[in-house]
């Protein structure tokens, strides 16, 4: 069985601070970690992943994730945010070999000007 | 490229009424999952096909949903009757699930139900 917990469900901050966006899991299978991005109105997309090698990862838009085994931790960062981040983040696990993910309960992100 | 296409976006009925949602997965994608999202909740997997077949519907509750993919390609997720706690927005993925995958999903949408 696996578990997500997102451990903050509502982060606000300034434009241009930085952020951080924190998400542990438990399994007793090995996984794969994922953020997704859900923007208001629209479906959920794949902000950046972790499947093996570099245990920091990162996404397009100045977003980063580093996954830690022995903290079962998969946290969110950005150096500084903007406006246009504002957004509810989900934290999830896949199983490697099952296919299956599971979800934690969501972040909002909302950056104030 | 084609995403993940559902409808309707929004459905208002009454309770103990049927509604019904239609997914048409990306083209290629042999997994096809259902989510259904509370307000304020993550995504909680409802049923996974793999082409036609069902292969995990354990949280599917079988008393009022049902849910089919004919020819493993588009899926139909159907309530009857409706409850007030149905309430949810539902939620389509597709993946190509094969042995190494990485279990990527992409999204539809989704169709916001509300039953008064």
């Known amino acids: 069985a696996q578990s997500v917990t997102q451990l903050d469900s509502q982060v606000p901050v300034f434009e241009e601070a930085p952020v951080e966006l924190r998400c542990n899991y438990s399994?007793?299978?090995?996984?794969?970690l994922f953020w997704y991005v859900q923007y208001p109105n629209q479906g959920l997309q794949l902000l950046l992943k972790?499947?093996?090698?570099?245990?920091l990862v990162e996404s397009i838009n100045g977003f980063e994730a580093e996954f830690n085994k022995s903290q079962t931790s998969f946290h969110l960062r950005k150096p500084s945010v903007h406006i246009s981040d504002t957004a509810e983040y989900f934290c999830?696990?896949?199983?490697?070999?099952?296919?299956?993910?599971?979800f934690g309960d969501g972040t909002t992100l909302t950056v104030k000007p | 490229e084609a995403g993940v296409v559902q409808s309707p976006r929004y459905k208002i009925i009454e309770k103990k009424q049927p509604v019904a949602f239609w997914c048409n997965p990306i083209?290629?994608?042999?997994?096809l999952y259902w989510y259904r999202q509370n307000l304020g909740q993550g995504p909680e997997l409802l049923i996974r096909?793999?082409?036609?077949?069902?292969?995990?519907d354990s949280q599917l509750p079988k008393d009022r949903f049902s849910a089919e993919r004919l020819k493993g390609v588009d899926s139909t997720l159907k309530i009857q009757p409706a409850e007030l706690g149905d309430s949810a927005v539902y939620l389509c993925?597709?993946?190509?699930?094969?042995?190494?995958?990485?279990?990527?999903?992409?999204f539809g949408e989704g169709s916001r139900l509300t039953v008064l």
């Open positions: 972790y499947l093996s090698g570099s245990t």
């Open positions: 993925a597709s993946t190509a699930y094969s042995a190494g995958s990485t279990g990527e999903l992409f």
């Open positions: 399994s007793s299978v090995s996984v794969y």
């Open positions: 083209s290629g994608h042999n997994t």
């Open positions: 096909y793999e082409n036609e077949e069902a292969v995990d």
């Open positions: 999830a696990v896949s199983d490697t070999n099952a296919g299956k993910s599971t």
